[in-house]
Every structure is written in C-alpha cells, then in structure tokens.
C-alpha cells in the first residue's frame, strides 16, 4: 500500500532564505510561484510544496525558494532505482563529457562524484582508473559491476586515495544544498592541472521567464537550482579554476515530430495564461487537444531546449 499525505502542507519543506551558492541574500524572485505537486517513488508518495525561482544578485545561481526538506530528500534519493539513469546509447550530455574524456592519456584516475549506475565510464575502465561516489545503493551495486571502484565522501575529502586528473559530477550539483563548499572540497583533490566536469541545468536557456519555476528541471523534486552562464564564470574564479569548455545542449535527444508537439502545446498554454481573452487564446479555444491547454495544471515539458550545461575547468 502506497503511503501518502492527502493534502499537501502549505508550510512544509525547508525554506531557502540565503543563496545555496555563495550565502547571499541579495536574490529577486522572477516570475509566478509554482504549485505544490507530488511526486511517487518506490512506495511512497511525496508532498513538493509551491514555490518560486530566485535569481542571486551576486553569484547569478537560480534557485528554489521552498525544497524538500533535507531528510526528505536522502529518503528520495535512496528510492530512486536504477532504471531511470539507463538509456539506449548516450544522452547527448553523455557524449559531450567523451569526447572530453576521450582526449585524456591512458591511466587517468577520474572520480565520478555521483556516478549513478555508472553509465559514463562504464565503457572506459579498461582504459582509465575509475573512481565512483553513489549514495543510492541500487545505482551503487550496477556502478560495481561495471569495473567502478565505489568510495565514499569522506575518502575523497581526506585525500587517503590520493589526488585525481579528472573529477566529473554529472547532473549532480542541482542536488546539492552548498554546492560551492563540496566542489572546493573536490578542487582540493585535483592534480595540478587537473579539470572538474560539471554537467548540470542551464537557466539561461528558459524563454518563459515569468512561468520559469514551471520549466521541467525545476519541476523535479531533488532539482534545487540551475546554473547560468555568469554563474559558471562566478564558480571559477571562486574555485581558483579557469573554464577551458563550455558547452549547451539538451539533455535528451527529442525525435522532430515530439518537438513540434512540445512546441505547439508550450505556445498554447503560455498564450492561455498571458491573454486568456486574446485572439490566438480564441482561436485555440476551437483546435481540439489545444484548447484542454488552458486547464492544465502547469507547463508541458519542453525537453529539446539547450536546458543543460557541460563544464570543464582546469586547475592552474
């Protein structure tokens, strides 16, 4: 039996007052505030409170003004099975982190901090010396079959395993709640001239900014926040690190007929919204599928977007 609460608890989650990047309090909210949903996993069904999208004035992160809260969010984290992290070939985000691995001497020693099922090294440990970092054990064990050797957190940070040439986190740091401190952290574990990977959201490429806290990636309840390009440059010159690549793609290869779909879906239920008593509003009022677009709860995903970020600084 499934265990859920029947009515979602407006004051619930953990309120973020101070950006999780740099500690700033300085961010503006941007656009409308998104329902509370919920989401199943496993058994359980989960309770997102509403909330809105921030934008720091210092650092330029955007994030969430309400999360899950923190023993929530391990409880969610540790239920997702491992399916969900498995594709037929590579997500394009995938293959842009090889052809950046592909370029690396043999007998690298690359850490994948949060490498899931271990889909991104799992055809180059023949080559490399491949690290992993997972807290959710079912991703964990597939990560190990795959030739990965699992350690934890704190080997990394005590530096007992030695000092790395790569450090990877793919579509990790949106999870973090002090993404700055775990990726100083991970710096210090860099060779020199070493590079950390980052693949993560990319806000800048969300077109509907006054419906922003709608766009899919935030719509995800481990999803806190999205990077922007002047957050990127922000990072480096914390970390001490120099961008060598930057890349923006979409994380899913969306097949022309699901595009245009998306698309036309997306035009209708923003055209509803901004002028419900307009002459395209109207018109769609007499499409068929279309016109159900002005009830719908929230924004259909649009998932061929450049709505990620594929990162590669070097440590001088």
């Given at each position: 039996m499934k265990t859920s609460s029947s009515i979602p608890d407006p004051d619930s989650g953990r309120v973020v007052v101070t950006c999780p990047a740099c500690g700033a309090s300085d961010a503006a909210a941007i656009g409308e505030e998104a329902p509370a949903f919920e989401t199943t996993i496993g058994d359980r069904t989960i309770w997102h409170p509403a909330f809105s999208v921030s934008c720091c004035a210092t650092c330029w992160l955007y994030f969430k003004s309400h999360?899950?809260?923190?023993?929530?969010?391990?409880?969610?984290?540790?239920?997702?099975?491992?399916?969900p992290f498995e594709v037929e070939g590579d997500f394009p985000t995938d293959r842009a982190l090889h052809r950046f691995l592909n370029r690396l001497p043999a007998g690298s020693r690359i850490l994948d901090f949060g490498c899931s099922t271990g889909r991104v090294l799992k055809d180059l440990t023949t080559r490399f010396e491949c690290f992993g970092v997972e807290v959710n054990a079912q991703a964990a064990s597939v990560a190990c079959t795959r030739g990965i050797l699992l350690i934890t957190e704190a080997q990394v940070r005590s530096g007992e395993l030695g000092d790395f040439d790569v450090i990877m986190l793919a579509d990790v740091v949106e999870h973090l709640l002090q993404p700055t401190e775990l990726l100083a952290a991970l710096v210090r574990r860099l060779k020199h001239g070493g590079r950390l990977t980052i693949v993560t959201g990319n806000a800048d490429a969300i077109r509907t900014r006054d419906r922003i806290a709608e766009f899919w990636y935030f719509q995800l309840p481990g999803h806190l926040q999205m990077m922007s390009g002047c957050h990127v440059e922000w990072l480096a010159e914390t970390l001490g690190m120099q961008v060598e690549e930057l890349h923006r793609c979409s994380h899913y290869d969306t097949p022309f007929i699901q595009r245009a779909k998306q698309f036309v879906q997306s035009l209708a239920y923003h055209q509803f919204r901004r002028a419900p008593r307009g002459l395209i509003s109207n018109v769609l009022r007499f499409i068929p599928v279309l016109c159900r677009a002005r009830?719908?709860?929230?924004?259909?995903?649009?998932?061929?977007?450049?709505?990620?970020?594929v990162v590669v600084m070097r440590k001088p």
């Amino acid at each position: 039996m499934k265990t859920s609460s029947s009515i979602p608890d407006p004051d619930s989650g953990r309120v973020v007052v101070t950006c999780p990047a740099c500690g700033a309090s300085d961010a503006a909210a941007i656009g409308e505030e998104a329902p509370a949903f919920e989401t199943t996993i496993g058994d359980r069904t989960i309770w997102h409170p509403a909330f809105s999208v921030s934008c720091c004035a210092t650092c330029w992160l955007y994030f969430k003004s309400h999360t899950l809260p923190p023993d929530e969010l391990t409880d969610y984290y540790q239920r997702l099975g491992a399916a969900p992290f498995e594709v037929e070939g590579d997500f394009p985000t995938d293959r842009a982190l090889h052809r950046f691995l592909n370029r690396l001497p043999a007998g690298s020693r690359i850490l994948d901090f949060g490498c899931s099922t271990g889909r991104v090294l799992k055809d180059l440990t023949t080559r490399f010396e491949c690290f992993g970092v997972e807290v959710n054990a079912q991703a964990a064990s597939v990560a190990c079959t795959r030739g990965i050797l699992l350690i934890t957190e704190a080997q990394v940070r005590s530096g007992e395993l030695g000092d790395f040439d790569v450090i990877m986190l793919a579509d990790v740091v949106e999870h973090l709640l002090q993404p700055t401190e775990l990726l100083a952290a991970l710096v210090r574990r860099l060779k020199h001239g070493g590079r950390l990977t980052i693949v993560t959201g990319n806000a800048d490429a969300i077109r509907t900014r006054d419906r922003i806290a709608e766009f899919w990636y935030f719509q995800l309840p481990g999803h806190l926040q999205m990077m922007s390009g002047c957050h990127v440059e922000w990072l480096a010159e914390t970390l001490g690190m120099q961008v060598e690549e930057l890349h923006r793609c979409s994380h899913y290869d969306t097949p022309f007929i699901q595009r245009a779909k998306q698309f036309v879906q997306s035009l209708a239920y923003h055209q509803f919204r901004r002028a419900p008593r307009g002459l395209i509003s109207n018109v769609l009022r007499f499409i068929p599928v279309l016109c159900r677009a002005r009830n719908w709860p929230k924004a259909p995903a649009l998932t061929y977007t450049a709505d990620h970020l594929v990162v590669v600084m070097r440590k001088p």
